[in-house]
T-cell receptor
Framework: KAGVTQTPRYLIKTRGQQVTLSCSPI?????VSWYQQTPGQGLQFLFE???????NKGNFPGRFSGRQFSNSRSEMNVSTLELGDSALYLC????????????FGQGTRLTVV | GENVEQHPSTLSVQEGDSAVIKCTYS??????FPWYKQELGKRPQLIID?????GEKKDQRIAVTLNKTAKHFSLHITETQPEDSAVYFC???????????FGAGTTVTVRA
């Protein structure tokens, strides 16, 4: 059974650009969550999607957005990149019921220069 | 919203000794508490979890305890080995929020 796959693994972008990250969940999982991981802030919740609907959103500016497709794959977009957006972006998939185990992808390392 | 605090931030133990990491949470509606281990450069992986209807759970050298009244839960690793060196994250989940709220992490180093 394939795990959670995130692409690309590494990205270098310039301030002001935008970026799209992709996450393919484990087959059968309908929930995808996104987290930002930085050394100082740990893992911060960005948003969660289930069956193409956003069920929750974290405390991030509107430059951060996401969506989920009918095959449960998810994308997140960050517009007008800032230096502080440099981080490891992790997605996690689960079956989507309350308190079900979440499986993480290997993450996308975004560097903004 | 949920706030999870985790202590200590770093922990160094001699191989064979025990390690204990403690977390507190603020949302009394949270009822699922997973622990993740993240080795350097790798993805976080679930090592054990506990739900609020039980007070303790064990899996070989790892155990987790939960005190709902005090709103704290702990990870216990016995007979530590070098491969236990990693960053450990606790998390809490309110079933109505569809998210995990993480602690800041504990870097565990097992000295040979």
């Amino acid at each position: 059974k394939a795990g959670v796959t995130q692409t690309p693994r590494y990205l270098i972008k310039t301030r002001g650009q935008q970026v799209t990250l992709s996450c393919s969940p484990i087959s059968g999982h309908r929930s995808v969550s996104w987290y930002q991981q930085t050394p100082g802030q740990g893992l911060q919740f960005l948003f969660e999607y289930f069956s193409e609907t956003q069920r929750n959103k974290g405390n991030f500016p509107g430059r951060f957005s996401g969506r989920q497709f009918s095959n449960s794959r998810s994308e997140m977009n960050v517009s007008t990149l800032e230096l502080g957006d440099s981080a490891l972006y992790l997605c996690a998939s689960s079956f989507g019921g309350p308190n079900t185990e979440a499986f993480f992808g290997q993450g996308t390392r975004l560097t903004v220069v | 919203g949920e706030n999870v605090e985790q202590h200590p931030s770093t922990l160094s133990v001699q191989e064979g000794d025990s390690a204990v990491i403690k977390c507190t949470y603020s949302d009394s509606a949270s009822n699922y508490f997973p622990w993740y281990k993240q080795e350097l450069g790798k993805r976080p992986q679930l090592i054990i979890d506990i739900r609020s209807n039980v007070g303790e759970k064990k899996d070989q050298r790892i155990a987790v305890t939960l005190n709902k009244t005090a709103k704290h839960f702990s990870l216990h690793i016995t007979e530590t080995q070098p491969e236990d060196s990693a960053v450990y994250f606790c998390a809490a989940s309110n079933p109505n929020d569809y998210k995990l709220s993480f602690g800041a992490g504990t870097t565990v180093t097992v000295r040979a």
